[in-house]
T-cell receptor, first 114, second 115 residues
Framework: GNSVTQMEGPVTLSEEAFLTINCTYT??????LFWYVQYPGEGLQLLLKATKADDKGSNKGFEATYRKETTSFHLEKGSVQVSDSAVYFCALRVKGEYGNKLVFGAGTILRVKS | NAGVTQTPKFRILKIGQSMTLQCTQDMNHNYMYWYRQDPGMGLKLIYYSVGAGITDKGEVPNGYNVSRSTTEDFPLRLELAAPSQTSVYFCASSYPRTDGGEKLFFGSGTQLSVL
């Protein structure tokens, strides 16, 4: 089946530390991959995406590379800020019977301390 | 732009009651989705729709119903509320892109408690 596995949180870092949140997936075919972010009290927002192998998605200093050989899409940021504290969701898009649908991971809580 | 609007934001139901979660979008998106978010469980797809008149089940459809009579509206119906339906519900819409990507626009969520 189709599934997404994320590293368990919470991840607690000091400001300006390097961030990695691991994400691996299983899917039939060649899915598109996404990272979404949910700030406290808000809905989800698209952070970045990659639609094919070796693509690198980037936004707001975050990056993730679509690795087909390891079925991974790890999220990285070189220097986190307190404002990055949020829940991060990895997701893949697969074809349903009538159209596309997104399958999400469980989410990883990130806490950044000043 | 309003984007995706969900109502209500909060609701408490008694076991066995029914209610409809409203969702509307003003972006003319064909695709719309309902997800529930349980702590530590991520987002689970309940139902989705690829256009007016077309709906399909997601991963956890039991206990819910949907309809899509217009492009803008995608209400989610709970007929006999159960404690297991206590969750945060997110509606979303999207459009397919020529580059194969897809941007999902989420509503702000509905926090539902069934007691």
């Amino acid at each position: 089946g189709n599934s997404v596995t994320q590293m368990e949180g919470p991840v607690t870092l000091s400001e300006e530390a390097f961030l990695t949140i691991n994400c691996t997936y299983t899917a039939t075919g060649y899915p598109s991959l996404f990272w979404y972010v949910q700030y406290p009290g808000e809905g989800l927002q698209l952070l970045l995406k990659a639609t094919k192998a070796d693509d690198k998605g980037s936004n707001k200093g975050f990056e993730a590379t679509y690795r087909k050989e390891t079925t991974s899409f790890h999220l990285e940021k070189g220097s986190v800020q307190v404002s990055d504290s949020a829940v991060y969701f990895c997701a893949l898009r697969v074809k349903g019977e009538y159209g596309n649908k997104l399958v999400f991971g469980a989410g990883t809580i990130l806490r950044v301390k000043s | 732009n309003a984007g995706v609007t969900q109502t209500p934001k909060f609701r408490i139901l008694k076991i066995g009651q029914s209610m409809t979660l409203q969702c509307t979008q003003d972006m003319n998106h064909n695709y719309m989705y309902w997800y529930r978010q349980d702590p530590g469980m991520g987002l689970k797809l309940i139902y989705y729709s690829v256009g007016a008149g077309i709906t399909d089940k997601g991963e956890v459809p039991n206990g819910y119903n949907v309809s899509r009579s217009t492009t803008e509206d995608f209400p989610l119906r709970l007929e006999l509320a159960a404690p297991s339906q206590t969750s945060v519900y997110f509606c979303a819409s999207s459009y397919p892109r020529t580059d194969g990507g897809e941007k999902l626009f989420f509503g702000s969520g509905t926090q539902l408690s069934v007691l």
